[in-house]
């Protein structure tokens, strides 16, 4: 894996011989894409929406859903349009690349959004959200945009239900704020009397020293407050095993009063993300999988387990305690601890990081089209009737979850890396022959988070128009990267 100090040749030859991987697949994925539509002819694949918007009493709402260049955005887009409603979308254009999502037949109309930056702030987003939810007269606005543009979704949710009759799944400026930042999170957790790992701010390297040299009997981990591409993926434990390890280690980190940073405590286990939707103080749907800091494979747990019930149990006294007023996304890690105690083996949730915002797990939601948005739609005004409306009973889970995996991001990281380093001597042919297996498992048995039979050509832009794309505006701005993410399109730049 290529990182900052990579030559710019080796990233030039990373982003060209992706672009050729693009055109090397072009004429079997257009082949796949005809077929899709050749079968969309071929069946009735909208007589489901049709049924439930001639259903007596039924009103369609039109949703405005930002995001849908990612498949969380775009999964939510497709749920909202099978249950019968109108379906706006909306999304950044990085480099002038058109998303994926703005070509779903899901989406009545797309609107391509200014990014906020420092310069300009987040006024020309702000204004053109309202003006999209003025001139398409939406009713209710679900956020799902990513972490770069948080807080000014939290400005925007309260300029939109000011301003006008639309409802946002959002939270406000205060609580994505505090919810959003990793060091104001935990402070909130334990002010609401939850269990959190220990977590110190920290603006100096003398700060990070007096906390090792504290608690010498524990570990900690290095994180950057906000967004921090370059040292997302370092989980260094110190102190190392030598001062002299930890001082070097420290001094390679960017730390100041202006780039401030928290040392949390390392809790050794399993770790878990979860998915839920929050309404007005309640959870409305929830979801919860193992995770890994870059998730790209997705298997819910069943509702029913104990470390579910336990997450489920974690998020809704979270809400609970937090007050009435939280209508938005909720997100968890958590690592769990396994203890040997007298009575057997003992687990515990510790919660590392909030997102307030929707999560890609969303998608192990699909084929609960109904469910999932009369559970969205309970933020809109109560009185109304049919498929698409109306109050939700009880929690909304999956019911038998497929299993999801994106093909880019397998067919590179389980068949041609490993065969690079098999062709090096780097790997041994069991390894290798095991891989592929995963990936024939996955191409076989596991469903692509982006493709859909009936919507294909998201699945066929995302990787033949977006990401070369991408990859030739690397090559003109010569931009590096260590890592990307096909599901939300986060380029992890170095």
Same mark, same amino acid.
């Given at each position: 894996m290529l990182d900052g100090q990579s030559s710019w040749n080796l990233h030039f030859t990373q982003n060209a011989l992706l672009i050729l991987l693009t055109l090397f697949f072009l004429p079997i994925d257009s082949f796949i894409l005809f077929l899709a539509y050749a079968s969309h002819i071929l069946t009735r694949q909208n007589a489901a929406r049709r049924s439930i918007r001639r259903s007596a009493g039924f009103r369609p709402r039109t949703i405005?859903?930002?995001?849908?260049?990612?498949?969380?955005?775009?999964?939510?887009?497709?749920?909202?349009?099978?249950?019968?409603?109108?379906?706006?979308?909306?999304?950044?254009? %990085?480099?002038?690349?058109?998303? =994926?999502?703005?070509?779903?037949?899901?989406?009545?109309?797309? @609107?391509? #959004?200014?990014?906020? +930056?420092?310069?300009?702030?987040?006024?020309? @987003?702000?204004?053109? #959200?309202?003006?999209?939810?003025?001139?398409?007269?939406?009713?209710?606005?679900? =956020?799902?945009?990513?972490? !770069?543009?948080?807080?000014?979704?939290?400005?925007?949710?309260?300029?939109?239900?000011?301003?006008?009759?639309?409802?946002?799944?959002?939270?406000? /400026?205060?609580?994505?704020?505090?919810? *959003?930042?990793?060091?104001?999170?935990?402070?909130?957790t334990m002010?609401?009397?939850? %269990?959190? %790992?220990?977590?110190?701010?920290?603006? =100096?390297?003398?700060?990070?020293?007096? /906390? #090792? +040299?504290?608690?010498?009997?524990?570990? @900690?981990?290095?994180?950057?407050?906000?967004?921090?591409? !370059?040292?997302?993926?370092?989980?260094?434990?110190? %102190?190392?095993?030598?001062?002299?390890?930890?001082?070097? *280690?420290?001094?390679?980190?960017?730390?100041?009063?202006?780039?401030?940073?928290?040392?949390?405590?390392?809790?050794?286990?399993?770790?878990?993300?979860? *998915?839920?939707?929050?309404?007005?103080g309640e959870v409305k749907a929830f979801v919860a999988c193992p995770s890994l800091e870059l998730l790209m494979h997705y298997e819910a747990l069943p509702p029913t387990s104990s470390l579910s019930t336990a997450m489920l149990k974690f998020t809704s006294e979270f809400v609970a305690r937090s007050g009435k007023h939280m209508t938005g996304h909720l997100s968890f890690d958590f690592l769990v601890q396994e203890t040997v105690t007298e009575k057997g083996l003992e687990k515990t949730l510790y919660p590392i990081e909030c997102n307030p915002r929707a999560h890609t797990a969303v998608v192990l939601f699909n084929g609960q089209s109904q469910e999932i948005a009369k559970a969205y739609l309970t933020a809109v005004a109560s009185e109304m009737n049919g498929a698409g409306s109306g109050h939700s009973t009880g929690i909304v889970t999956p019911h038998q979850p497929a299993r999801y995996?994106?093909?880019?991001?397998?067919?590179?990281?389980?068949?041609?890396?490993?065969?690079?380093?098999? #062709?090096?001597?780097?790997? =041994?042919?069991?390894t290798f022959i095991r891989d592929c297996y995963t990936?024939?498992? *996955?191409?076989?048995?596991?469903?692509?988070?982006?493709?859909?039979?009936?919507?294909?050509?998201p699945w066929w832009w995302l990787y033949h128009v977006y990401w070369p794309g991408q990859f030739l505006a690397c090559i003109l701005q010569r931009r590096k990267w260590s890592r990307i993410n096909v599901s939300t399109t986060k380029m992890f730049e170095c």
């Open positions: 405005l859903v930002t995001g849908v260049g990612m498949s969380k955005g775009l999964a939510l887009a497709r749920a909202f349009y099978q249950a019968g409603h109108n379906v706006i979308g909306a999304d950044f254009e %990085p480099h002038g690349v058109p998303v =994926s999502g703005r070509f779903s037949v899901v989406l009545k109309k797309f @609107y391509a #959004l200014p990014k906020p +930056n420092e310069w300009e702030g987040s006024t020309y @987003y702000i204004q053109d #959200l309202l003006r999209i939810v003025r001139r398409e007269r939406v009713d209710l606005w679900v =956020s799902c945009s990513g972490v !770069a543009s948080a807080v000014e979704d939290g400005e925007a949710m309260e300029v939109i239900e000011k301003r006008s009759d639309c409802k946002a799944i959002q939270f406000d /400026v205060k609580t994505t704020a505090t919810l *959003h930042e990793k060091h104001s999170f935990i402070q909130h002010s609401l009397g939850l %269990p959190a %790992p220990e977590t110190y701010d920290v603006t =100096s390297r003398t700060a990070v020293h007096k /906390v #090792l +040299n504290r608690t010498k009997d524990k570990k @900690y981990i290095m994180k950057s407050v906000g967004v921090d591409d !370059a040292s997302r993926g370092d989980m260094t434990l110190l %102190p190392r095993r030598t001062i002299s390890a930890t001082y070097q *280690h420290l001094s390679r980190i960017p730390i100041s009063d202006r780039r401030p940073w928290v040392l949390q405590q390392y809790i050794k286990g399993e770790e878990y993300c979860t *998915h839920a939707l929050v309404v007005q995996y994106w093909v880019g991001h397998d067919l590179v990281s389980l068949v041609l890396l490993p065969l690079l380093q098999l #062709l090096l001597f780097r790997l =041994s042919v069991s990936f024939l498992q *996955h191409v076989l048995f596991w469903k692509d988070g982006t493709f859909e039979l009936w919507d294909p050509l």
